[in-house]
């Protein structure tokens, strides 16, 4: 079914990438039509599991036994939030695993991401040249994006704190980071006494009033929503203001799983999508297609865009399409106790959701340790009182007194968990399934190859030293632990990588402007465009690359370039 109205721009996807790219090209007077594959959720409802606690569960909230084992963030308070991957499942190539966590709602996996936004630096953009050699260089420096990253961040409503690092850039904050707790002023001080800097983190998180949003309320439910629409996401921050706009349609239920090219042009000229509740397909034309779903999705999308000219999926002449996954691997995982703080008092606005502190990376910089592998982690710690006391396990006893022993250790206990810097790998790679596996509309779906890298098994186990050496240093005592290899790729989520930029269309999917090599009226927008990632949080990045992309797109598309 062939739909008339040609559109200034068509936009796959409403996440980090999406949202952002509709923000701007409807701003810019452009008639953009926004297609996600899910529904367009209400937050006041959907959410229904925010401030439930764990008593209010079946199963406590853990479920049936065995009923979320081996699943990440799906449990039963998430389980109608995410796609559950033994229902819509993908593959995995033998010797090989892959965490692919998908929401299929307007707004994606902003709905429930952890908020911590953070700038990458020169370093980062720069880091075959400006660190090791490994890898290769973004074909953009931190200054080309330095004014989208203020942008986003104003957009997002971000607290932080300047702190003039050149390994962590400072931004534009709103508010100031919520105090350190007490646990959290023990790191501080304990990152001093062995030269680490432990700093105020910062999170898109609104501490007061902020275009039409509510101030958070610090209940601490952030992975599961986020009623009050205090946290950035795009279905609460970006939508409302694009809804009912002349130049704006939005379509959910909208399974795209094509890109359609004009066979006279070699042009896009729109993508073909399932409607989710009746099955019918439909052809929605543009002058130019954005695809911003996700960089697993919009990978998927153009490997099912094949055509005879185009063998092995659109925009891969290079034949980098689907290569170079990369992911933080998460390590470090330390626990410990902090004995001055046994029995303190237990505050329940014990602060915004999730930790106030971050520890940057400072290893392989100017200034910082010299490690034995390449590039460098940060670590978020934990501490303070929570609705999971998951520690709770580890303590003996029943009834009153194993009560009174949880309450006196819940100020006390701290814990630190990181992500490391993985590099980029030609065999980490997604293709079609070979086997034929699809998904519930018949789309077909991606096999995975992905693997850790032995540069990033052994930054895994350095920085267990690492952590364990930070809580001694801030008077824990640490809880006995057991080095772990790290979850398989994807698990952090971070998920990026798969249609790298570049300058050489032989190496590269895009260009600087995230824009196809190969068809100039494609763009892909998400975090398959990444040529490496940090070990900083990607979210941000993301956005601020959507949004110089998007500025570029409005201004060649109203030249008629």
């Known amino acids: 079914m062939i739909q008339k109205k040609i559109y200034d721009a068509i936009i796959v996807g409403s996440g980090a990438a999406g949202g952002i790219a509709a923000h701007v090209l409807v701003n810019k007077g452009l008639n953009v039509l926004l297609l996600e594959i899910g529904p367009k959720w209400d937050p006041q409802s959907i959410f229904h599991t925010e401030h439930s606690w764990p008593y209010e569960m079946p199963y406590r909230g ?201 066979r006279n042009t070699g042009r896009a000229r729109g993508v073909e999508f399932i409607d989710t509740r009746n099955k019918l397909t439909y052809e929605a034309r543009a002058k130019v297609v954005v695809l911003g779903a996700g960089a697993m999705e919009s990978t998927r999308i153009l490997l099912n865009s094949k055509t005879r000219e185009h063998a092995n999926g659109l925009a891969n002449s290079s034949g980098a399409l689907g290569h170079y996954i990369m992911d933080n691997f998460k390590s470090g995982f330390v626990g410990g106790y902090l004995p001055i703080l046994k029995g303190s008092t237990i505050f329940n606005d014990d602060g915004a959701g999730g930790g106030h502190v971050y520890i940057p990376r400072h290893t392989n910089i100017k200034g910082g340790r010299k490690v034995a592998a390449l590039r460098g982690w940060q670590f978020q710690p934990g501490t303070g009182s929570n609705m999971f006391p998951g520690y709770a396990r580890s303590i003996d006893g029943f009834g009153s007194e ?50 850790w890298g032995e540069n990033d098994l052994k930054m895994a186990d350095l920085m267990y030293d690492n952590a364990e050496e930070i809580l001694r240093a801030a008077g824990a005592e640490i809880i006995p632990f057991q080095r772990r290899i790290p979850p398989p790729p994807g698990d952090a989520t971070h998920e990026v990588g798969t249609a790298r930029m570049g300058d050489d269309p032989k190496t590269s999917v895009l260009n600087k402007w995230n824009q196809a090599h190969d068809i100039n009226n494609l763009f892909v927008l998400d975090g398959a465009a990444f040529v490496s990632l940090a070990e900083k949080n990607c979210t941000l990045t993301i956005a601020a690359l959507a949004w110089r992309a998007s500025e570029y797109l409005a201004e060649e598309l109203k030249s008629k370039k």
Request: charged fraction near 25%; hydrophobic fraction near 35%; charge should be positive.
């Open 62 to 262: 853990f479920g049936k036994p065995g009923q979320y084992n081996g699943l990440w963030k799906v449990n039963a308070y998430t389980e109608h939030l995410y796609v559950n991957p033994r229902v819509d499942k993908y593959a995995l190539a033998p010797g090989t695993d892959f965490h692919w966590t998908r929401i299929h709602a307007v707004g994606g996996r902003t709905n429930t991401w952890a908020r911590v936004s953070l700038r990458f630096s020169e370093w980062d953009f720069k880091g075959k040249s400006m660190q090791d050699g490994a890898g290769e260089d973004w074909p953009i420096a931190y200054q080309d994006l330095d004014p989208y990253y203020a942008k986003a961040e104003t957009l997002m409503g971000v607290f932080g704190t300047r702190e003039g690092l050149d390994v962590l850039p400072d931004g534009v904050y709103q508010w100031a980071t919520p105090p350190a707790r007490c646990g959290e002023a023990r790191l501080i001080a304990g990152g001093r006494k062995i030269g680490i800097p432990v700093i105020p983190i910062r999170k898109a998180m609104i501490l007061g009033n902020y275009n039409g949003r509510a101030a958070c309320h610090y209940c601490g439910a952030c992975d599961y929503g986020c009623s009050t629409s205090s946290r950035f996401n795009t279905l609460d921050a970006i939508i409302p203001g694009l809804t009912g706009r002349k130049n704006f349609t939005l379509r959910p239920y909208a399974a795209v799983h094509r890109v359609l090219l004009d």
């Open 402 to 451: 194993f009560k009174r022993s949880v309450r006196e250790q819940s100020p006390a206990r701290i814990g630190i968990a990181g992500f490391g810097e993985c590099l980029a790998d030609f065999n980490n790679y997604c293709e079609i399934d070979p086997d034929g596996l699809k998904d519930r509309y018949g789309i077909p779906q991606l096999r995975f190859h992905a693997k």
